[in-house]
């Protein structure tokens, strides 16, 4: 009896010191909110390589880190909700993935470090003031769109192209700033952009069907309300033999021309590397915020050889040799 007693004993001993070092890990981790609006494959991969970029500084999840992540299912006022809910549990540091969040977040605290990451325009969207040394308790990446080098390879796609037809969202502040890149860069190429606007996703059609025959391509910039219609505004594109290109790659796997974007995972890492160096001790105002492709060493460039036959474009051999990936 006595020993078997000597053994509960042992254990008990031994499962107590066991949660008392549970205890004494869980009170020196660090808590950790990450948020996004919605889920959508690129912002899951950010989210991914946020956690991959802490882990990279040391700061790794159930070990020294603990990580609270909530999405809005696409709903504004539950995304404001999520916020409120991670400033009363007084987290050490908020990631806020895509433009809504970072706005909803960066409205709720000024105390609270915040990284922002797959951001579009953060001046514009009044997260920061300036991306080198922003001040205050924000900074982040933005994943706006590399608009020169997609535009040169819609050109050695599409040689004559001079006009550009644009579909978006005029209320969206992201796709108001690509408009106005996609301008501005395409000037210095000679290529003139020809907009037209569609509010809803009911009217993405109606307003691709508007640049037939005035313009030599259509871009679809990373709009989620005309991305919503992408794969009608191809069908328009192979009816027609209009090509059709996107801001972002996974558009050219739903039936768009082609595409030169990021790799979402590198966004998420970056924006990992500076969450540690806050958690480390440094003040987020002091860190200067970047845009992904100035930072991220390749590009990614995906075509579509089954949609340039149905769009009447013929893809040139040395594009296809250094693409990142052809979709048949």
């Known amino acids: 009896m006595s020993g078997t007693w000597s053994l509960k004993a042992a254990r008990l001993a031994a499962l107590s010191t066991l949660l008392a070092a549970s205890a004494v890990c869980a009170a020196d ?11 959508v494959p690129q912002l899951v991969e950010t989210k991914q390589g946020v956690l991959k970029g802490l882990a990279e500084r040391g700061f790794v999840e159930n070990k020294n880190i603990v990580v ?20 009363g549990d007084r987290v050490d540091l908020i990631v806020a993935i ?12 000024k105390e609270i470090p915040i990284v922002f990451a797959t951001v579009t325009d953060p001046i514009k969207a009044k997260l920061i003031t300036q991306y080198k040394h922003p001040g205050g308790n924000v900074t982040g990446v933005s994943d706006a769109a590399p608009i020169a080098q997609q535009l040169k390879l819609f050109r050695e796609i599409v040689p004559g192209l ?7 969202n005029p209320s969206l502040d992201s796709s108001k700033a690509t408009l106005e890149w996609v301008r501005e860069q395409g000037k210095a190429l000679g290529i003139e952009v020809v907009e037209s606007a569609a509010p809803t996703t009911n009217e993405v059609i109606p307003a691709t069907r508007k640049l037939v025959g005035k313009v030599d391509a259509i871009y679809v910039p990373n709009d989620t309300t005309v991305v919503a219609a992408l794969e009608t505004i191809v069908k328009v594109g192979e009816e027609t033999k209009t090509p059709v290109f996107t801001g972002e790659t996974r558009g050219v796997d739903r039936g768009a021309l082609a595409s030169v974007g990021l790799n979402y995972i590198e966004v998420g890492q970056l924006a990992g590397h500076m969450a540690a160096e806050i958690l480390g001790g440094k003040k987020p ?44």
């Open 29 to 39: 981790s660090k808590k950790i909110a990450i948020s996004t609006i919605v889920e």
């Open 68 to 87: 609270d992540y909530q999405q809005a299912n696409g709903n504004m006022p539950t995304q404001q909700q999520i916020a409120r809910k991670f400033v």
């Open 98 to 109: 895509t433009t809504p969040t970072a706005q909803a977040i960066v409205t709720a605290t």
């Open 162 to 168: 001079k006009n550009l037809g644009f579909v978006y």
């Open 285 to 328: 105002g002091d860190i200067d915020a970047v845009i992904a492709y100035e930072k991220l060493p390749k590009l990614v460039v995906v075509v579509n050889r089954k949609s340039a036959a149905a769009m009447g474009v013929t893809l040139p051999q040395a594009l296809l040799s250094r693409a990142s990936k052809v979709v048949d």
